[in-house]
């Protein structure tokens, strides 16, 4: 590395060069930041993006003015013994690390990596550029001057510091955020290093509430499968109404046909001068429910215009046989019980079961 009296030539190959590209240029800027050296101005960039040579450089490679010879004071002197290393930008080793040079163990860039994650964990400060340096091994660098330009603001130089100052800051809340040699281009590490900001969603509070609403979403379907899977295996029952019932006394019935149970029980009540018989309504065509004509005197299916007579007897349309009569019975307190899962019937062709026990009750 060579060092110029108006710039600081860092990892940068010397003059003349080829046209270099965004990314070295940004590995040269997270070198210079981490070492605490003047950063390229944007003339600098420019020069060396076009292939040219930077305003502190000439034609033949060298600076634009020599620098004059290093005085004693300028040239570091081998120390006899461990001592503190001076940085410029994070100041002196620890008495730790300056125990560690002592032993004369040259620790490897990953060791100086586990160190700073455990250093991480436990809250204690990250190791600064001096104490990386001593304990590589790498000879401590001289401070760099001052660019002479007079254009020049002296924001560069106060770039390391501040950076120092956050890296210190975040430190102590137990991020490590120093790095260890040149972080690979392309990544989000490379990209800090080098000054440019990552780009990423805003902790903001409209996309919070987007992330609230996409898990409340997420967890409504998985809620909703989770029923529709424990629903399947539930038996699927139907509730039908009793096959079995009480319909009142017989002195509650008078001649004729009652259709008050019609709704209920699907049954008309009919009396007639010698007895009392349920029929089941029902039409023996298709099976619809025919209605009740009191001024006819008959029973009218509307599906199909089959008639039946006050009894129940077909005698038109395509009805093929009369409606079915159920079980009654009187009960022990002397109430009518009708089983309509019992139902007595007069095939055509056959014998009628209109006669049969339970097909009536005697008026």
Known sequence: MADESKGILGHLPPWPRNALNNSVIGMEQAYRQRKGL?????????????????????????????????????????????????S??????????????????????????AEQARRGRKGLPPLKDAEVTALLGEPAEAPAAAPAKPTAPAMPAARPAAAAAAATAAAGAGVATSYVGTPAVGTSKAAAAGGVASVGPDDSDINRSRRALVWACVGAFLTTWLIAFFRFFLPRTLFEPATSFKIGYPSDYGLGVDTKWQQKYRIWVDRTPDRIFVIYARCTHLGCTPDWKPAENKFKCPCHGSGYDSEGVNFEGPAPRPMDRARVELSPDGQILVDVSKLFQWPKGQPSQFNDDGSFLPA
């Open 88 to 113: 410029t930008s994070t100041g002196t080793i620890s008495e730790d690390v300056a125990k560690w040079v002592a032993e004369g163990k040259k620790w490897s860039k990953s060791a100086i990596a």
């Open 38 to 86: 003047p950063l390229l101005s944007d003339a600098d960039i420019e020069a060396l993006k076009a292939g040219q040579p930077m305003s502190w450089e000439t034609g033949d490679g060298s600076s634009a003015s020599a620098p004059a010879a290093a005085t004693p004071a300028q040239t570091p002197a081998a120390p006899t013994q461990p001592a503190p290393v001076a």
